[in-house]
């Protein structure tokens, strides 16, 4: 069977598989396809209200489009002292061509001289075969915004987000920490059932 992951997101990409080949003895029947091998594939507006909409929006295009198992993701990051901002539009917060480092750099200019610095980071998944209707999983992973980003790992606010339990960044954590306990990795066990 083919599990199509419907991303572009290289980060994202290989976060997922990771976390997949993780979970070998459930998966061993599966083989995960990046987008990468559908060059072709139709680019899905995140128009969604909720996380949940947007991932079985971009699952079901995916699953319909390419034949196979799809499986989505929308994620984002949620700041108490930001009325839960950057939220669904954390990619797109600082301006569609932003890189990651002008979305920290916004987000920090945002929170200066706040102290109350909790965050979570959000994960909805979505899997679909074609034909079917989406089943939906979400994961959150608490924890608090740093003042200066940290860390070389991860991809996103990863630099500036320090989970609950910890006093590292997931940049300075790795991915191997981070993909057993991240708001992602807390979604795809979850969806795990799904598959």
């Known amino acids: 069977m083919k599990l199509v992951l419907a991303t572009h997101n290289e980060g994202k990409v290989q976060e997922l598989t990771e976390m997949l080949r993780s979970g070998a003895n459930t998966l061993q029947h599966i083989e995960v396809i990046s987008l990468k091998a559908y060059p072709d594939a139709p680019e899905v507006v995140e128009d969604g209200k909720t996380y949940g909409e947007n ?12 034949g196979h198992l799809a499986l989505a993701d929308d994620a984002g990051l949620e ?10 539009h954390s990619k797109r917060w600082a301006g569609e061509d932003a890189t990651d480092a002008i979305r920290i750099a916004k987000l ?10 909790r965050a979570r980071f959000v994960a909805a998944i979505a899997v679909v075969n074609p034909g079917s209707v989406p089943k ?15 860390g070389e790992s991860g991809f996103g606010y990863d630099p500036v987000f320090v989970p609950d339990g910890y006093d590292q960044t997931f940049a300075e954590l790795g991915e191997a920490v981070k993909n057993q306990m991240s708001h992602r990795a807390k979604a795809l066990q979850q969806a795990l059932a799904l598959l």
């Open 55 to 66: 991932a079985a929006k971009k699952a079901s295009v995916i699953a319909e489009w390419t």
């Open 79 to 88: 700041v108490d002292a930001l009325h839960g901002a950057p939220g669904i």
């Open 108 to 117: 920090l200019e945002a929170l200066e001289g706040i102290t109350d610095r």
């Open 136 to 150: 939906g999983v979400l994961g959150v992973c608490e924890g608090y915004i740093t003042h200066t980003p940290k």
